[in-house]
């Protein structure tokens, strides 16, 4: 059908190229954009607030605290500003963080929490995630930047396995010991953006 107008209007004086190069264009104008990645930290600076919601398995709330977070550049550039406030308590409920640029190009990053522990942070597919242990559990956070919400979730389980298996026969891991654990407990914070970047 497209190539029958095109003989016919080319018989009219329009040359095929140039009808082929306008419907490209117009189908090119007519496809959505592709959504670009946000950028870090750019597109992540800013205030911030939200609700903190922690749930145990299966979907038990356990409680919703309000909070804000402020994320800015520090004068020096090395580090950014990560203040969370819960619970409008800017005493009991203030968590002054930092977040030190390690290796920016690889995606290595730091949490300073002011009081000799740092954790390390790892971006990676536009998450800022880290793993660590407190005690006998296990945590991962993960940040994630979706247009103007940000969500901060945590998961943690106990590191005592509740099962311990070896494969056998395809598809088994070559034998080695698998162990699994059980997730104890979730916390999720949806947050949206208050005001643009501003300096810290």
Known sequence: MIGARARTRAQSGVPARLLFCALALAAAIARPAA???????????????????????????????????????????????????????????????????RDAARGRYATDERNAILLD?????????????????????RYTLRGDTLTHDVTWWSTTPTSVHR?????????????????EGRQKAVMTRVRGPRAP
Do not use: C, H, K
């Not at 990645?37 to 919703?64: E, H, K, Y």
């Not at 990676?124 to 005690?135: E, N, R």
């Open 167 to 183: 494969g056998a026969g395809a598809n088994a891991e070559e034998g080695a010991e698998i162990r699994t654990f059980r997730v």
């Open 121 to 141: 942070e790892t971006l990676i597919a536009g998450s800022l995630i880290s793993v660590f242990q407190v005690g006998e559990r296990m945590l991962e956070s």
């Open 35 to 101: 959504a670009q990645a946000p950028r870090f930290p750019d597109d992540w600076l800013g205030d911030w607030s939200g609700t903190l919601t922690t749930v145990s398995a299966p979907d038990s709330v356990r409680n919703r605290i309000p909070l804000t977070l402020r994320i800015a550049r520090e004068d020096t550039g090395s580090a950014l500003t990560w203040r969370t406030v819960f619970n409008a308590d800017t005493v009991r409920g203030l968590r002054d963080y930092r977040l030190i640029v």
